[in-house]
C-alpha cells in the first residue's frame, strides 16, 4: 500500500511538474513576444513623428507598415489594458504634434511598463515627455553640424563641375 502511494504521488508531483514548466515557458515566450511587440510599435511611432516633424517622407510607408504591424501584434498579444490605451493613443491621433497624442502617448508607455512589471507610476516624477520628443539632445552642437556642412560643400562644388 505504501509503495502504491508512494507511486502515486510521484506520478502527481511529475504532472504538476511538467504542467507549471509549460505554464512558466509560455509565460517566458509570451513576455518576449509582448516587449518586441511593444518596441517596434514604440520605435516605428517615434520615426514616423520624427520624420514628419523634419518634413521627409521618403520612409514614411515603411514606418506606417512597421507601426500597424506592431499594433497588430499588440492587439494580438497584449494585455486589456495596453489595447485600451493603444486604442485611446490610435483614436486621439498619431502624430504626436498635439498635446492630447502626447499624453495618450505617455499613458500607453507607462501602461506598457506597468504591464511588464514595472511599478504603476515609477517613472511619474521624471520629465518623460522632453526625452521622448526633443529631437537633439540638450548638447547637440549645431555649430559642428554648420562646420561638417562647411566642409561637405566644396567637395560638392567640386562634383557638381
Given amino acids: 500500500m505504501t509503495i502504491l502511494i508512494s507511486f502515486i504521488s510521484s506520478v502527481i508531483a511529475a504532472f504538476l511538474a511538467h504542467y507549471l514548466a509549460t505554464y512558466r515557458n509560455k509565460q517566458s515566450e509570451l513576455l518576449k513576444f509582448q516587449i518586441q511587440s511593444y518596441s517596434n ?20 510607408n515603411i514606418d506606417l507598415v512597421a507601426l500597424n504591424d506592431a499594433k497588430s501584434r499588440i492587439i494580438t498579444c497584449g494585455h ?48 518623460i515627455s522632453d526625452a521622448i520628443f526633443k529631437l537633439e539632445s540638450s548638447s547637440y552642437s549645431f555649430k559642428a553640424d554648420r562646420s561638417a556642412n562647411k566642409l561637405l560643400q566644396p567637395t560638392a562644388k567640386a562634383s557638381a563641375e
Fill in 80 to 127: 486589456r489594458e495596453v489595447i485600451e490605451a493603444l486604442i485611446n493613443f490610435w483614436d486621439k491621433g498619431t502624430t504626436l504634434e498635439r498635446e492630447q497624442e502626447i499624453l495618450a502617448y505617455k499613458k500607453l508607455i507607462q501602461v506598457m511598463r506597468t504591464n511588464l512589471g514595472h511599478k504603476a507610476h515609477d517613472i511619474f516624477d521624471l520629465k
Fill in 41 to 60: 510599435f514604440l520605435a516605428a511611432a517615434s520615426r514616423l513623428a520624427v520624420s514628419r516633424r523634419i518634413g521627409e517622407s521618403t520612409n514614411e
